[in-house]
């Protein structure tokens, strides 16, 4: 028969011999994950059409067109044209929903998300953030305008 000294001496060894297991698992487990997700904001190998480059900020949408032109709130796109926008984000996350193009992509700071829609009609289309994303969230909405 052990005293109980020694039986509290051999429980406590047991429940750190399992709580090692759990953190070497729990490590690895980390470590793959860690390799799985692309944090670097590297250029965008995938992009067709015109590429748009979008970036969400508190509390506007900068759209910055190939040739350098900046705007605010406000696309413009030609129609029958691909349009791959790439969407990041200078400060928290964002979410870009255009409804009626049937897009929408999160703007993380330091990656590059990619969507692209190629759109068949003229008109204004409404978007805006659709992730809460502060005090002004409401203001970063704008519209899509295509033009012929
Ligand atoms: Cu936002």
Known sequence: MMSK???E???????IVVLAVFAVANYAAIMQTKGSI???AS?????????IHVIGHQWAWTF????????????????NTRITLIVNSSD???DLYIPQMDIQSYAVPGQNNTVSFTPTSTG???FECVEYCGEFHY??????????
């Open 124 to 126: 204004q289309f409404f």
């Open 43 to 51: 250029p965008v190998t995938n992009a067709s059409g015109e590429v």
């Open 139 to 148: 203001e970063m909405r704008g519209y899509l305008t295509v033009i012929s």
């Open 9 to 15: 001496t051999v429980f406590m060894a047991m429940v």
């Open 92 to 94: 928290v996350i964002h």
């Open 38 to 40: 692309a944090q670097d």
């Open 5 to 7: 000294g020694k039986i």
């Open 64 to 79: 910055i067109y190939p040739n350098g032109t900046q705007a605010e709130n406000n696309l413009v796109v030609t129609v």
